[in-house]
């Protein structure tokens, strides 16, 4: 069996760039931030003084991340990963996740769990707006649980500041597969079995739909005079023990940055001196230091992008929340690093930040992608809030607390910006495609 991971003792309030070019100015390492969420944290001396107490008194708090096992479950297909699909669990952490209350859950055997002996949410540490979710729960006979959609992380009314989607048997009104003080389920009140279901849920805009094992059970269009945008997803358990597994979600409402065909709606930023040719529908990008900038700008999103490196630990990155560049600051913005390169043969020793840190800013847990193979990296930004995963595993989860700061090199920025594809050095050759953008309200 393996080891369990406990995340109810971290229960608290919730807190809603490869390299950068030579000539800027240099930084502390004091500015590089650990992830927040209970994962492995990329230095011991970058833990907070209660992360290090709760790691001293349960050493299982901060586990690495490991590869789920092999029997299918917490595991995304390529296609999946091309088409934006996410693992919001990882089959090994609670990392990107957060309690609301002493409930104590746990992972173990690729299933997160509870017991039921307290209530409460587990709760993304990531909002979301549009997106299909797909998961996995076994519940307890006569228990009560719940998935949570556009919720705050701390819900006091599911009639009008979240929707519930329940699962609870017993019930005699808002029972399994109802949205809970909103409406019941389609047709005849839903029985289910103990062993394991699944959810496919679709929230977009107004509109709720859900799916219990591949049937249509639910069709929920908010009509009130405030419908929700957004939220956090949460794992509910009110009675009884429940387990979740196979958690993912893929963004909806995005639309392309890049053509395919020509560079419209792009510009090469004054001074550089790479290339970025369009070939075979991807941006490729050649030579020395440059930048390639979007028109379009953006503040908190969804953005998400395929690229490959066609040489070993090639280094470069896509800014972010942009100042436009100059010639004399060409990249002034937040990075999401692409370098694929790790230390002692282990992946969670980064070389450089790794790709999906925010460069200079926080480390990516481990080093998932390859040079030579196509990636997927997505990025969501929400205020002072930032999460990033690669081929679908999340490897950051940062909020930014410095001062704020109209250039991100030098504080905390959430005004909107460009976003921009770097050309690193002499030795730049990698390539981008399928660049899409979805803004969050």
């Known amino acids: 069996m393996r080891a369990i991971t406990t995340l109810g003792l971290l229960c608290g309030s919730f807190l809603v760039s490869g390299c950068e070019p030579a000539a800027k100015i240099p930084e502390k390492p004091a500015d590089v931030a650990p992830n927040e969420a209970a994962s492995a944290l990329p230095a011991a001396d970058t833990k907070t003084a209660a992360e290090a107490q709760v790691v001293a ?164 269009t908010d009509a009130t005079e405030s419908p929700l945008k957004s939220g956090f997803i949460g794992l509910q358990v009110r009675e009884g023990s429940v387990a979740f597994r196979n958690v993912f979600l893929k963004p909806l409402g995005m639309k392309p940055l890049f053509d395919g065909e020509s ?98 800013r926080v480390a990516a847990r481990r080093v998932v992608a390859n040079d030579r193979e196509w990636f997927t990296g997505t990025l969501i930004a929400n205020g002072p809030h930032f999460a990033t995963w690669v081929n679908g595993i999340q490897v950051v989860d940062w909020t930014d607390d410095r001062a704020a700061n109209a250039n991100p090199r030098q504080g905390l920025r959430v005004e909107p910006g460009h976003f921009s594809l770097q050309g690193h050095d002499p030795g730049t050759d990698l390539s981008f495609r399928n660049l899409r953008l979805g803004q969050l309200p």
């Open 263 to 360: 560079l419209t709606g792009w510009r090469v930023v004054p001074g550089s001196q790479s290339e970025f040719n369009v070939i075979d529908e991807t941006i490729h990008v050649t030579g020395g230091r440059g930048f390639l900038e979007t028109e379009e700008t953006a503040g908190d999103f969804v953005f998400q992008f395929e690229a490959i490196t066609h040489g070993d630990t090639l280094n470069s990155g896509v800014f972010f929340r942009a100042i436009p560049g100059t010639e004399a600051n060409p990249s002034d913005g937040y990075e999401f690093q692409i370098q694929h390169g790790f230390k002692d043969g282990d992946r969670t020793k980064p070389a450089d930040f790794g790709t999906g840190a925010i460069f200079r």
């Open 57 to 220: 008194e349960n050493p299982a708090t901060t586990p690495a991340l490991e590869e789920p096992s092999t029997d299918g479950h917490n595991r995304l297909t390529p296609d999946e990963i091309s088409q934006g699909w996410l693992r919001l669990f990882d089959g090994s952490t609670l990392f990107g996740w957060k309690p609301n209350s002493s409930a104590a859950w746990t992972v173990a055997d690729g299933e997160i769990r509870t017991d039921g002996s307290a209530g409460g949410l587990l709760v993304t540490t990531t909002p979301f707006a549009n997106y299909e979710l797909r998961c996995d729960y076994q519940l307890v006979e006569g228990g009560n649980s719940g998935v949570f959609l556009r919720t705050p992380f701390e819900p006091t009314n599911p009639a009008v500041d979240c929707y519930e989607l329940n699962m609870c048997d017993s019930r005699p009104e808002f029972g399994t597969a109802s949205l809970v003080a909103r409406q019941e389920p389609d047709g005849a009140p839903i029985v289910a079995d103990p062993g394991w279901h699944s959810w496919h849920v679709v929230v977009d805009g107004p509109r709720v739909t859900a799916k219990l094992d591949g049937k249509p059970v639910l069709d929920y």
